[in-house]
T-cell receptor, first 115, second 113 residues
Framework: NAGVMQNPRHLVRRRGQEARLRCSPM?????VYWYRQLPEEGLKFMVY????????ESGMPKERFSAEFPKEGPSILRIQQVVRGDSAAYFC?????????????FGPGTRLTVL | QKEVEQNSGPLSVPEGAIASLNCTYS??????FFWYRQYSGKSPELIMS????GDKEDGRFTAQLNKASQYVSLLIRDSQPSDSATYLC?????????????FGTGTRLKVLA
């Protein structure tokens, strides 16, 4: 049973380019979460999605950032016109639907470097 | 603003000792609590979950929950250098089918050989 998959693992972009980060949740999981983490800092919640729905995007910057989780395919976190301050590790986590919450399972992360 | 608070540390303990990590949360309605371990440069890994008041043991790990005091702790017995990591406390909030998790900033644990 494959875990949460993220790609690419490392992404280098120049200022002004677009970054697309992909996340495939664990099999059977329909809840996806994106977090950002700067070195030596905690996890910062960005967005929570279910299939075709954004449940909570309170942690997402209003400009340049968007996320989707389509009916088919992976969840995508998109950052337009990247700036140096976007350099961070971006983690995706998934959890199963229904019943009591059982916690989240994290992918390996995408390390974004903006030159 | 619902919050989860942890002492950032570092907490240093000698090898073989008990490490005690603490977490408080503000939302009295929270029902589910989790501990994650994060090694430097890696992603968080779920190591314990607890839902009821009292203790839950899994190997060298014991999670303790006191809902009246809004307090969760993680005890690591016979600490090993390989336990050196950041430990994140997370609390679930949300209603009926939507599950949001609030994370503390983590406590850095150093186990000294």
């Amino acid at each position: 049973n494959a875990g949460v998959m993220q790609n690419p693992r490392h992404l280098v972009r120049r200022r002004g380019q677009e970054a697309r980060l992909r996340c495939s949740p664990m099999k059977g999981h329909s809840h996806v979460y994106w977090y950002r983490q700067l070195p030596e800092e905690g996890l910062k919640f960005m967005v929570y999605l279910q299939k075709e729905n954004i449940i909570d995007e309170s942690g997402m910057p209003k400009e340049r950032f968007s996320a989707e989780f389509p009916k088919e395919g992976p969840s995508i976190l998109r950052i337009q016109q990247v700036v140096r301050g976007d350099s961070a590790a971006y983690f995706c986590a998934s959890s199963p639907p229904g019943g009591a919450p059982v916690g989240q399972f994290f992918g390996p992360g995408t390390r974004l470097t903006v030159l | 603003q619902k919050e989860v608070e942890q002492n950032s540390g570092p907490l240093s303990v000698p090898e073989g000792a008990i490490a005690s990590l603490n977490c408080t949360y503000s939302d009295r309605g929270s029902q589910s609590f989790f501990w994650y371990r994060q090694y430097s440069g890696k992603s968080p890994e779920l190591i314990m979950s607890i839902y009821s008041n009292g203790d839950k043991e899994d190997g060298r790990f014991t999670a303790q929950l006191n809902k009246a005091s809004q307090y969760v702790s993680l005890l690591i017995r016979d600490s090993q250098p390989s336990d050196s990591a950041t430990y994140l406390c997370a609390v679930n909030i949300g209603e009926r089918g939507t599950y949001k998790y609030i994370f503390g900033t983590g406590t850095r644990l150093k186990v000294l050989a």
